[in-house]
């Protein structure tokens, strides 16, 4: 199990599903982190603000926003913050956002305690990550297309529908699906 030193230990978790906040947090307390948790955009940039943590585990889909977004405002309060976003929603159009917009690394769900304080110390890439040679599927790659004309749309459903010429309802209707499997 990874432990941090007790000096620059503060950590912000946000995601809006209470339950695994709160095993995360738990978890993250036992490895020497001192924790608060967010729901939402906007009570992790108020508690940031206030608390000023240096690291932050921050949830891709929130009701209030984007955590792209927040990961953006997240740097603005703090350049240095060590920021990993974790989401059940992994698409390779949103890990390089995050990472572009300052993110040290992108995680998909489910990901233990000790992969995520890992993911914080981590500053380069690793060359022997296994690269696949099964091509995506037609879904995933639908996905993938989907995510990235919404993120070069800064998150607007609407005009991402207009890009990909479909009705905004259809695309929020694909959008509440998960990813096809590879």
């Given amino acids: 199990m990874n432990t941090r030193p007790a000096t620059d230990n503060r950590l912000l978790v946000v995601d809006d599903d209470a339950v695994f906040a ?7 307390a036992r490895r020497g982190f001192e924790v608060e948790s967010a729901a939402g955009v906007g009570e992790a940039v108020e508690k940031a603000g ?4 240096q690291f932050a585990v921050v949830d891709l889909k929130m009701p209030d926003g984007s955590g792209l977004a927040l990961v953006e405002q997240l740097k603005r309060l703090n350049p240095a913050m060590r920021i990993v976003v974790l989401t059940g929603f992994a698409s390779v159009a949103t890990a390089v956002e995050a990472i572009k917009l300052g993110a040290v690394h992108y995680l998909p ?13 981590r500053d380069a890439g690793d060359a ?12 995933r790659l639908e996905w993938e297309h989907i995510h990235k004309v919404l993120a070069e ?17 259809t695309l929020q209707r694909k959008l509440r699906k998960k990813p096809g499997r590879n």
């Fill in 22 to 28: 709160a095993v995360l947090a738990r978890a993250l």
């Fill in 50 to 53: 206030r608390r000023g943590p």
């Fill in 109 to 121: 769900k489910p990901a233990d305690a000790d992969d995520i304080v890992a993911a914080f110390d």
């Fill in 128 to 139: 022997a990550v296994a690269v696949k040679h099964r091509p995506l599927s037609v879904e």
């Fill in 153 to 169: 749309n800064g998150g607007n459903i609407s005009g991402a529908a207009r890009a990909l010429g479909m009705h905004r309802r």
